[in-house]
């Protein structure tokens, strides 16, 4: 490891440094893993761009898209660099993405229930987030503001689930539920990993320098919060896109393709179009 004197990005000075030992594989990357692991937001924001435009679907998802490109982008220089600066770039974007899902779940019909007032109040609520995070400046508190908007994210996700129209019941909402199965089970098992590396550090640190690399990279459970938050937030953008076009009643109907864990909408072979 480095002296503290050559961190190539100087002393970390975020109020978070994770499990991770820093300026072990590059002296570049402060957390060779815990940045190179936001990978994974960066391939399936652009994977999921690429169907949404395929599809024609609308082009909010674009922006949802790309929301969830920021928080990798922005995670990445976090943990890259261990500054302060470079850690609201990561938590504040994860706030604006939880936003930007809440306004996608709440207006799943053609016809925009909440107009104007729904934006508004979520650009108000990401405003007094970021400006009231940067005077607390406790990461439990990010945390509570961000677990709040993916509770209420999950409830109303429920609740459109079991409200399909009846002519997409037999298969549109059976899959549907797996999706939101899979998506929270993605981020019940990165909470939980994340969890073991905030509490066992010391253990996996150790067990880490018994083991050396490749093999103790298994261990850095940061880097796996980020695979599986990626893959949980995918698979409900790809639900959320569903839904949209269920709600619609016109639309073409879409099955669900998968390359391996990743899954995607095409429009189904010999569909009928519904009234």
Not at 6 to 27: A, F, H, L
Not at 201 to 225: K, N, Q, Y
Not at 245 to 264: F, H, S
Request: net charge negative.
């Amino acid at each position: 490891m480095l002296e503290q004197d050559s961190y190539y990005w100087g002393i970390p000075t975020s109020t978070i440094d994770w499990c991770e030992e820093n300026y072990v594989v590059s002296q570049y990357l402060a957390e060779y893993f815990n940045t190179t692991t936001n990978l994974a937001f960066v391939f399936l924001a652009f994977f999921g761009i690429y169907n949404t435009i395929t599809n024609n679907f609308s082009k909010t998802f674009v922006i949802a898209h790309l929301a969830v490109l920021f928080v990798g982008i922005g995670s990445w220089f976090f943990h890259m660099t261990l500054q302060y600066e470079m850690q609201l770039l990561d938590e504040l974007p994860m706030i604006y993405a939880a936003c930007v899902m809440v306004w996608h779940i709440f207006e799943v019909h053609p016809q925009k229930r909440y107009g104007v007032l729904l934006p508004l109040f979520l650009v108000g609520y990401s405003a007094f987030v970021t400006y009231s995070y940067i005077i607390i400046n406790n990461p439990v508190y990010h945390q509570v503001c961000y677990g709040l908007l993916v509770g209420t994210v999950v409830i109303r996700s429920v609740y459109v689930c079991h409200r399909i129209p009846t002519a997409y019941q037999a298969y549109e909402q059976i899959w549907m539920s797996r999706l939101l199965w899979m998506g929270a089970g993605c981020f019940g098992c990165a909470f939980l990993v994340w969890n073991i590396d905030n509490q066992f550090c010391s253990f996996l640190r150790d067990w880490r320098s018994t083991v050396g690399l490749p093999i103790g990279a298994i261990s850095e459970l940061h880097g796996w919060w980020h695979i599986g938050t990626s893959l949980g937030v995918y698979y409900f953008l790809v639900f959320c896109e569903w839904v949209h076009q269920v709600m619609n009643g016109k639309a073409p109907r879409y099955e669900l393709q998968w390359i391996g864990p990743l899954c995607y909408l095409r429009p189904a072979k010999g569909q009928i179009k519904s009234n």
